[in-house]
Each structure stands twice: as C-alpha cells, then as structure tokens.
C-alpha cells in the first residue's frame, strides 16, 4: 500500500512540473514585406498584411524557454507600371499588385532567453521580456496567375495591363528572432506582444520571363497581439 502511495505521488508530482512548464498562445496582427531579393519583380510600396500564429513554449527553466510556431500571413506589395499604346504614346502609370504568396505557412522551433517579473506576494511569473532566434521552413502557396484590367471602361481590349501579377507556389528555408512581452492577468490566462521579423529564401517553378522569379529571398515582419494559456504556472 504504501509503495502504491509513493508511487501514485511520484506520478502527480510530475505530472504537475509538467503542466507547469508548458504554455499556447495564438496571436494575430500585421505584417509588411520586403522586396523580394534576386526576382524580376519587386514593387516599390509596402502592403500591410494580416499575420497569425500559434505557438506552444516550454519553460526550460526560468531564463530559458524553447518551442515551437506554426504562422500564417500574405506578402503582398504594390508598384506602378508604366503604359504605352502601339503608337508609344503614354498611357500614364497605373497601379499593381505583386503577390508573392497568397498563403505563406511556416514551421518554426524557437529558443527564447527570458527574463521574468514575479508578482509581489505571489510565487508566480507575473510578466516576462524575452528574445530568442527562430528556423525553420516555410511553404508558399499561390496560383502563378494575372489578372488584367483597362485603364478605363472606354480603353480597347488591346490596351490592358497587368493589375495583379501572382508568383508561383513553393518552398524554402526560414530564419529568424523575435522579441515580446507577456502579462498574465492571473496564474493562467495572459496577453502576449511579439514582434518577429524572419528571412526565407524561397525555390519555385515558374517558366515565365525564363524563370526570373524562380528563386527569391524576402524579409517579413510579423507583429501580433495574443493571448497565452499556461498549463499550471511555474514556481521556480
């Protein structure tokens, strides 16, 4: 009996330094993009896109924190291009949209160094300042599609343009840091800010312009807002 006591202990007690440890937040917000380095097609003016993530950390100890994240978000930028009819007279610059990735998933794990505020009169981590590095991979998906449009409803067919320039789906390698700051509105629920600029160097097929936007590498910038959910909290 009294080996089934210890034994039934042993397994609580770890299984609270295990929820202790663990925590999940999902945040979302914005992003902006870099021009895409190596294509043929950059675009001079950011585009704010959306950004989410879910992310799960595991508190190593309590200057130490390791994890990972899955993202979702867009790169999307604007240009102008300039027109001209057959005769080369212009048709004055008009507006288009470069979309990158239409959905652009990365798988990330991350290591974070922390650094903790206790709670006055309470023996957990009120809040936290962390910073750390991120690598991973990432997966683009887009449909290599242009879409056409008149400079007006009286322009001739044979004087569209280019308004939206879609580049081919695929993947790559990512590497990033984020830095953030979490506080706990109690010993399990808090809010979370982070800010996690990435590089991603990303490999497709695309046969048009031979193959000029095939290989490209783009900066991102996520910033988001979330909430946090600790499994237990930890005493350290």
Known sequence: MKSILLTAGAM???????AQSFE?????GVSTTSKPHKSLYQGNDLVFNYATELNLKYNITERWQAGGAVGLTQWKRNDQWTLAN???SSLGAQDVQLVLARHAVSFALQLNHVI??????EDYVKSALYV???????VVGNDG????????PNTPAEYTYASQYN???????????????????????????????????????DNRQGGANNDYN??????????HYRLGFARY
């Open 167 to 205: 580049f081919e789906g695929g993947y790559g390698a990512l590497f990033g840091f984020q830095v953030g700051y979490s506080y706990y509105l109690n010993e399990r629920w808090g809010i979370n800010l982070d800010i996690a600029p990435k590089v991603a160097w990303v490999r497709t097929i």
């Open 132 to 138: 750390g590095i991120s690598a991973g991979g990432v």
């Open 86 to 88: 057959t005769n080369n």
């Open 116 to 121: 903790p505020f206790h709670a006055p009169y």
């Open 145 to 152: 599609k242009v879409n056409y449009s008149r400079v007006n």
């Open 24 to 28: 999940i937040g999902l945040n979302g």
């Open 218 to 227: 783009v900066w991102y910038w996520p910033a988001t807002l979330g909430i």
């Open 12 to 18: 609580l007690l770890a299984g609270g330094i295990f």
